[in-house]
């Protein structure tokens, strides 16, 4: 089992910058394959970023190419998204993601999830 908790969310103006973090607990951290995904009101969740358990391999969607970029520390059990020159369409509930396996985390399948953190940007 492992445990997911996301913060970092917030309130921020368009063009200001976050940093979401997602605390992991439970099993070997580096051996997980780690995601964010989002969910705007209304709409269904997307993938937004991947990164392998050593940290060498990242995925992006492509609408936040630039934008977004997903890190992670091991020996902290946390990943992190960090998320520049924000716009309102960014404006989602942010969630984590763990599995074994890229491609169910990619596709959204993953085994386990945090809780999510509301990021909010006003224009």
């Known amino acids: 089992q492992v445990q997911l908790v996301e913060s970092g969310g917030g309130l921020v103006q368009t063009g200001g910058s976050l940093r979401l973090s997602c605390a992991a607990s439970?099993?070997?951290?580096?051996?997980?394959?780690m995601g964010w995904f989002r969910q705007a009101p209304g709409k269904e969740r997307e993938f937004v970023a991947a990164?392998?358990?050593?940290?060498?391999?990242?995925y992006y969607a492509d609408s936040v190419k630039g934008r977004f970029t997903i890190s992670r520390d091991n020996a902290k059990m946390t990943v992190y998204l960090q998320i520049n020159n924000l716009k309102p369409e960014d404006t989602a509930v942010y969630y984590c993601?763990?599995?074994?396996?890229?491609?169910?985390?990619?596709?959204?399948?993953?085994?386990?999830w945090g809780q999510g953190t509301q990021v909010t940007v006003s224009s």
């Open positions: 439970g099993r070997t951290f580096s051996r997980y394959t």
């Open positions: 993601a763990a599995d074994d396996v890229m491609s169910r985390v990619r596709t959204g399948r993953s085994n386990y």
């Open positions: 990164i392998t358990g050593s940290g060498l391999t990242t």
